[in-house]
């Protein structure tokens, strides 16, 4: 074995050609907090790799700000090894990911080395391509319109809130509200979503615990989602410039895979902590800061990131890329700043509630505040007929809502809407990693709007329409097949549900 | 520093061009002294020597070598023109060989550790 690394050594050293030529180089001036200060290297470009030589090793940099004697680099490295009089030269490229299929059940760096000591990510690095962390966002004439949807397995996003593939969808809330619940969900459902591609989900945590982290990934690997996923993780120890880059590693990834035809969805857990970790690094730069001391080009960090979310053409290979970022609010403040430009940028927001979380309406989806912009066009027709009167129900019974307490004193007709509303609101409760596949969600639906339930006492709804959910499975299972295969809700089939529960209803 | 380098090189320029070259370093010391960089006079001086080097069409020239010998010096030196300014260090970390950086942006590395560091990474 010796004799063999003896005689490659002496290969590599027979073989080495010496061209010594002029190189560009700078110096490290000043360096502290992950920030390097480099005089030199004046033809140095925005965004550029460097390469620190320092006794330790060499170290990544990324040239942030170009001034006019010298350079701030961001150290993705350990900042510590980096000493000043340390050299740097130009590496021509800008930060890059290695993509492809093989990442696939792996927790990754935002660099894309791999963190879950599975070994190598590419055993055949031919098969894995560089994708650059910042890339332009696809052009209008490469998109077309969101038309296939991203069914998320909870009722209330999918029948009220619709998420088409492509679309951007800011998950919105208060710490412990369940927003990355519902992100988890969305990755678990995407496995018995099986009319449709399936979708390669990509969770991106940024500045999380690492145990949130691992749990997380174990959780995924028990619903056997993992296979089909991929966690970026910048955990809250790691350097403000790794949780930096964090999202635009997973947006490279989530490209690849679009780029090839495929269908993606990157979860950003969360963009609250992204923006901080910007912050930091752009103080540290001395870029001037502005409203809650965020730099100016804060929007702009966030809207070129998400913009990359995409539903491209068929003559691109037709793949998509669905964003769904994560804010964490403050005692319910939408209208902080990052919260208001990621609301203004999105395709629309799930809002999730303290207060109804706290009154056991899980998920705590507020209805009334969340919308869906661009994802009706996506919905299936199934859906849509169910969930039209499930809106409309709803709505009424908010207005109703606070006339509860006066029950006795109501009429009829109104007493029957609370009843309603009470009941829809009971069905739209779900437990946490248990997404409910689509055509379940259209019989749950269509039985609590049609009445079916009425009678049914409030606090025994789910235990009820569950059962009945499960005995239509069983029983009838061809009317759920055909929901699913068609995506429709014809007469015949809904005359066919309706008989089914008729009948189920009394078993 | 209170003042950024390039201001301080950029007036010290000015002002030479116009007075006495000892009155202009006493003043410039007594500024740093006032302004409290003081501590940063190397830095300084060393900045307006290199503005003065480039702006005179010379150029800054460090050379580095593992050990010191006359010779190299003098070999080094008739390789230059008269307006470059040249710097000899000894680096014992090249090994051998020598390392010539110009302007602080141009490197030429002709060590021994240049070449291992090539062959190993």
């Known amino acids: 074995m010796s004799y063999e690394i003896i005689e490659k050594l002496k290969r590599e050293i027979a073989n080495y050609k010496d061209d010594t030529k002029f190189e560009h180089v700078g110096l490290v001036t000043e360096v502290g907090d992950g920030i390097a200060k480099i005089s030199g290297l004046s033809r140095a470009l925005s965004q550029e790799l460097l390469n620190i030589e320092s006794h330790g090793g060499d170290i990544a940099a990324i040239a942030f700000n170009l001034e006019e004697s010298f350079i701030g680099a961001v150290i993705l490295g350990d900042g510590q090894k980096v000493k000043v009089g340390d050299r740097v030269k130009q590496t021509g490229k800008v930060v890059s990911i290695k993509v492809g299929g093989e990442m696939l059940g792996r927790v990754v760096d935002p660099l894309g080395n791999p963190l879950d000591s599975k070994g190598v990510i590419f055993t055949d690095i031919s098969r894995s391509r560089d994708y650059p962390l910042e890339r332009s966002a696809p052009s209008v004439v490469a998109r077309e319109s969101v038309n296939t949807p991203l069914h998320t397995g909870i009722k209330a996003v999918d029948a009220m809130i619709?998420?088409?593939?492509?679309?951007?969808?800011?998950?919105?809330?208060?710490?412990?509200?369940?927003?990355?619940?519902?992100?988890?969900?969305?990755?678990?459902?995407?496995?018995?979503?099986?009319?449709?591609?399936?979708?390669?989900?990509?969770?991106?945590?940024?500045?999380?615990?690492?145990s949130k982290v691992a749990k997380l990934v174990k959780t995924l690997e028990e619903k056997d989602a993992l296979k089909y996923s991929i966690v970026v993780s910048a955990p809250a120890s790691s350097p403000a410039s790794v949780q930096y880059?964090?999202?635009?590693?997973?947006?490279?990834?989530?490209?690849?895979?679009?780029?090839?035809?495929?269908?993606?969805?990157?979860?950003?857990?969360?963009?609250?902590?992204h923006a901080d970790s910007y912050r930091q690094l752009s103080l540290l730069l001395r870029r001037p800061p502005g409203r809650e001391a965020y730099p100016g080009d804060i929007f702009y960090l966030h809207a070129r990131l998400l913009e990359r979310a995409a539903k491209l053409n068929k003559e691109l290979g037709g793949g998509s890329l669905t964003a769904l970022p994560i804010i964490e609010t403050q005692l319910g403040d939408v209208s902080a700043y990052i919260p208001t430009n990621v609301i203004s940028i999105t395709?629309?927001?799930?809002?999730?509630?303290?207060?109804?979380?706290?009154?056991?309406?899980?998920?705590?989806?507020?209805?009334?505040?969340?919308?869906?912009?661009?994802?009706?066009?996506?919905?299936?027709?199934?859906?849509?007929?169910?969930?039209?009167?499930?809106?409309?129900?709803?709505?009424?019974?908010?207005?109703?809502?606070?006339?509860?307490?006066?029950?006795?004193?109501?009429?009829?007709?109104?007493?029957?809407?609370?009843?309603?509303?009470?009941?829809?609101?009971?069905?739209?409760?779900?437990?946490?990693s248990e997404p409910i596949p689509f055509e379940k969600q259209v019989a749950a639906i269509y039985m609590a709007t049609n009445g079916y339930l009425d009678d049914v006492k409030v606090?025994?709804?789910?235990?009820?329409?569950?059962?009945?959910?499960?005995?239509?499975?069983?029983?009838?299972?061809?009317?759920?097949?055909?929901?699913?295969?068609?995506?429709?809700?014809?007469?015949?089939?809904?005359?066919?549900?309706?008989?089914?529960?008729?009948?189920?209803?009394?078993? | 520093m209170k003042y950024s380098l390039k201001n301080y090189v950029d007036a010290f320029i000015q002002v030479i061009e116009k007075t006495s070259h000892q009155e202009v370093v006493d003043g410039l010391l007594k500024l740093l002294k006032k302004t409290g960089d003081i501590r940063h006079a190397n830095k300084i001086t060393e900045a307006i020597h290199k503005k003065l080097v480039n702006e005179k069409g010379g150029k800054w020239v460090n050379v580095e070598v593992a050990r010191d010998t006359a010779l190299k010096k003098e070999k080094f030196r008739y390789k230059f023109s008269d307006k470059d300014h040249i710097d000899f260090n000894i680096n014992s970390e090249l090994v051998a060989g020598v390392r010539i950086t110009i302007n602080g942006e141009e490197e030429l590395n002709n060590s021994l550790q240049g070449k291992l560091n090539k062959l190993f990474s």
């Open chain 1, 162 to 210: 619709p998420i088409g593939r492509g679309q951007r969808e800011l998950i919105i809330g208060d710490r412990q509200t369940g927003k990355t619940a519902v992100a988890l969900d969305t990755i678990i459902n995407q496995k018995q979503d099986t009319g449709r591609r399936q979708v390669i989900c990509i969770y991106v945590a940024v500045g999380q615990k690492n």
């Open chain 1, 245 to 273: 880059l964090a999202p635009f590693a997973g947006c490279a990834i989530g490209e690849y895979f679009m780029d090839q035809g495929e269908d993606a969805l990157v979860v950003y857990d969360d963009l609250s902590k």
């Open chain 1, 347 to 432: 395709d629309g927001q799930i809002y999730l509630e303290s207060d109804l979380f706290y009154k056991g309406l899980r998920p705590a989806i507020n209805a009334g505040l969340s919308v869906s912009r661009v994802g009706s066009s996506a919905q299936t027709k199934a859906m849509k007929k169910v969930s039209g009167k499930l809106r409309l129900d709803l709505a009424q019974f908010r207005e109703l809502q606070a006339f509860v307490q006066f029950a006795s004193d109501l009429d009829e007709n109104t007493k029957s809407q609370i009843a309603r509303g009470q009941r829809l609101t009971e069905i739209l409760k779900q437990v946490d």
């Open chain 1, 459 to 507: 606090e025994e709804v789910q235990s009820v329409s569950a059962r009945i959910i499960d005995n239509l499975e069983k029983l009838h299972g061809e009317v759920l097949k055909k929901i699913r295969s068609s995506n429709q809700l014809d007469d015949e089939t809904e005359k066919k549900l309706g008989s089914s529960l008729e009948e189920l209803k009394r078993v």
